[in-house]
């Protein structure tokens, strides 16, 4: 009996962190049905950090919606698939697409969605541990957010503290905005262009210190970017999605150094090595399509410099490679 219980600990122990597994999404307007997500098959294990990096439009932030459970439905539609977290299947869960407050938390490209203008940063920052139910004595409580708020290299805590958000600077709100996320101490933080709109400089560091913070408190990371020299600086495994479609996973190192989807070519090709960019990802061959009226056959083909004519008729379907990587390229086949 304890033997076997034991073995079950182990297992749920080992068990991928979150699952989402062939996860269709559609939106439906006034005039018509427009499909954003695409098979999405994905995992996260416990303590990574994984990337979800494509152009803007390639439904990033509705994947990250959906695990977060603040997809609004209408006009969101689930069309297939399901996400488990920690073994539990959590979406599509009856009608709502709504299931906060499970462990999963997610900062937004720009705090302003996440902070509320009319509340001090403290009082924000406390309603956020209220809910996740983090130490009620006043005491431990401002000394938890005291040294949540020095890791973020926040010097001059006490002022910050009785800000209102319009009051602080671009990256200071974002730092107050992680903050509040990881006070929570939630099993997986989702980061959705965390610093997409800050200066270089500050990116770096916020990055950084992001990285600390997700070892001492022990959570998985999501990490969204349209750079891939920002997700390949921070995460331990990278997905490419193209057009509501993942085209190609593996470990940081293989993405970078031997990428095989010609998508990944040209976004390594677009972004100097060594340094991230702030701007807009510079892809030199023409852009993504129009998610509502898609090419026939690889969504990729009218932009591929290996295009075959396999690929103008036939969608190629994601294989497994070795060493934990993955492609949906007939290059391949
Ligand atoms: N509420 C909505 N209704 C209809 N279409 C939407 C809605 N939200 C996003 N979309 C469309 O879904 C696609 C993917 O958007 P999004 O997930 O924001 O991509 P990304 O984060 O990668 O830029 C875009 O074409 C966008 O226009
Ligand atoms: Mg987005």
Redesign the pocket.
């Known amino acids: 009996m304890l033997i076997s219980m034991t073995n079950e600990i182990e297992r749920s122990k080992n068990e991928n962190l979150l699952e989402v597994r062939n996860l269709s999404i559609y939106?439906e307007?006034i005039d018509k049905k427009?499909k954003?997500l695409r098979e999405i098959d994905l995992y996260v294990k416990r303590g990574e950090v994984v990337g979800i990096v494509?152009?803007?439009?390639?439904?990033?932030?509705?994947?990250?919606?959906a695990i977060v459970g603040v997809l609004?439905s209408p006009?969101?539609f689930v069309e297939n698939g399901e996400i488990i977290f920690e073994g539990e299947r959590v979406f599509p869960t009856n009608k709502k697409f709504n299931y906060r407050g499970k462990g999963i938390n997610m900062v937004f490209q720009e705090p302003i969605v996440s902070l509320n203008p009319v509340y001090t940063v403290r009082r924000q920052i406390e309603e956020a541990m209220d809910i996740a139910g983090i130490e009620k004595d006043k005491k431990n409580r401002d000394e938890i957010i005291k040294n949540v708020l020095k890791e973020l290299m926040i010097r001059d805590v006490e002022k910050v503290l009785e800000s209102y958000p319009h009051q602080l600077s671009g990256g200071m709100r974002q730092r107050v905005a992680i903050a509040i996320s990881v006070i929570q101490r939630p099993k997986l933080i989702i980061l959705?262009?965390p610093t997409t709109g800050l200066d270089l400089i500050v990116q770096r560091q916020i990055m950084k210190l992001l990285l600390n913070l997700k070892n001492e408190i022990n959570t998985s990371m999501i990490l969204?970017t349209?750079d891939l020299t920002v997700a390949a600086n921070m995460c331990d495994r990278i997905y490419i999605?193209y057009t509501?479609r993942i085209v190609e996973s593996g470990p940081r190192t293989n993405i970078i150094k031997d990428p095989l989807h010609p998508y990944t070519w040209m976004l390594l090709n677009s972004v100097p090595r060594g340094y991230s960019d702030s701007g807009p990802l510079k892809v030199t061959e023409g852009s993504p399509p129009?998610?509502?009226n898609l090419p026939p056959g690889c969504t990729f083909h009218p932009r591929c410099p290996r295009v075959m004519e396999k690929c103008r008729k036939e969608v190629p379907k994601i294989r497994k490679m070795e060493g934990e990587r993955e492609v949906a390229c007939w290059i391949y086949e």
């Open positions: 939106f307007t427009i954003i494509g152009e803007s439009g390639s439904g990033k932030s509705t994947l990250a919606q609004d006009p969101a959705d262009e969204i349209h999605m509501g129009d998610i509502s």
